[in-house]
């Protein structure tokens, strides 16, 4: 069995950071790509950032310049660090991987950027 777990949410102030985790755990060898979701209230689900095993990075418009994904292959952990953070930023954040076929994703963690 594989599970993710993701951590590092919270409240804060725009213009504020934040870093989030998730692990991986489990049966698991190796972990080609590694993404980060979010799904706001009443919004469909964006695909926020994806890395590859060797470190090969792609973001969505509206993080770029904001947002740095990086992974620990190591420890099977995905990392989110979230800097100028606005209100339009607030979502639960999912970390989603791909294993033999079978897509896993986290619980998701709550972030919520104030005005």
């Known amino acids: 069995q594989v599970q993710l777990v993701e951590s590092g949410g919270g409240l804060v102030q725009a213009g504020g950071s934040l870093r989030l985790s998730c692990a991986a755990s489990g049966r698991i060898f190796s972990i080609n790509v590694m993404r980060w979701y979010r799904q706001a209230p009443g919004k469909q689900r964006e695909l926020v950032a994806t890395i590859t095993y060797d470190g090969s990075t792609a973001y969505a418009d509206s993080v770029k310049g904001r947002f740095t994904i990086s992974r620990d292959n190591g420890k099977n952990t995905v990392y989110l660090q979230m800097n100028s953070l606005k209100p339009e930023d607030t979502a639960v954040y999912y970390c989603?991987?791909?294993?033999?076929?079978?897509?896993?994703r986290g619980q998701g963690t709550q972030v919520t950027v104030s005005s």
């Open positions: 989603s991987i791909d294993l033999r076929g079978v897509n896993y």
